[in-house]
């Protein structure tokens, strides 16, 4: 099964705010807005991506995740 190289990055900043800014104003619309963000980045091979938490700004919250990307392109059909 594939999955689109942001995936893993959006679920991980569902998780956080879950857990931690359900109670904030526009938690579940912060989300849809990276996700979007996310799928309209231009991502090259070998660079690094961070997320960080949307509300890092207003609080102490310093939850990131990081992640590598690498294309490996296989033959076209």
Same mark, same amino acid.
């Given at each position: ?8 990055? +959006?679920?991980? =900043? #569902?998780?956080?705010? %879950? !857990? ?5 104003? /526009?938690? +579940?619309?912060? =989300? #849809?807005?990276?996700? %979007? !963000? ?5 991502? /090259? ?33």
């Amino acid at each position: 099964m594939e999955t689109i190289w942001y995936e893993p990055f +959006i679920h991980a =900043l #569902r998780i956080h705010i %879950e !857990e931690n800014h359900l109670d904030q104003r /526009g938690a +579940i619309d912060e =989300l #849809r807005m990276t996700e %979007e !963000e996310y799928a309209y980045m231009e991502v /090259g091979d070998d660079e690094k991506i961070t997320l960080g938490c949307p509300w890092s700004s207003h609080c102490d919250c310093d939850w990131r995740v990081e992640g590598h990307i690498v294309i490996k392109l296989r033959g076209f059909q």
